[in-house]
């Protein structure tokens, strides 16, 4: 059995995020979360719900099977329903996601980090 590749763990970990948060409606955003947010449904969350991360639900293969009108979207999130995962462009020594079209600074070592792309804190 050969080991499991950094991407696979990333998935498994994001994966983790979901269980027991008390979410119903993922909006995955990248490849990583969107993998994570399917694995966490076929696994210990089969209730949760997927966004494409617009308007649309998805089944467990991917395909349209609902639609979720954008203002009903916000009763979710006041409820504290809906979890959001967003994949990051990349990350600094601190760990504050940053994208490198709107940090100034080399690639390897931003000087700063634009408003809309700051990590979530708790």
């Given at each position: ?16 995020a ?9 909006s995955?955003m990248?490849?990583?979360p969107a ?6 449904r ?8 997927l ?29 504290g ?17 940053t ?11 931003p000087?700063c ?10």
């Amino acid at each position: 059995m050969s080991s499991a590749t950094r991407a696979e763990i990333c998935v498994v970990a994001c994966a983790e995020a979901w269980r027991g948060d008390g979410a119903i409606l993922a909006s995955p955003m990248g490849v990583i979360p969107a993998l994570a947010a399917r694995l966490a449904r076929l696994t210990f969350a089969p209730g949760l719900l997927l966004t494409d991360g617009d308007a649309y639900l998805l089944d467990r293969d991917g395909n349209v099977e609902g639609w979720l009108p954008y203002a009903k979207v916000f009763t979710m999130v006041a409820a504290g329903r809906r979890h959001v995962m967003m994949g990051a462009a990349q990350l600094d020594r601190t760990g504050t996601r940053t994208s490198p079209a709107s940090a100034p600074g080399s690639g390897r070592r931003p000087s700063c980090s634009a408003s809309a792309a700051r990590r979530a804190t708790p």
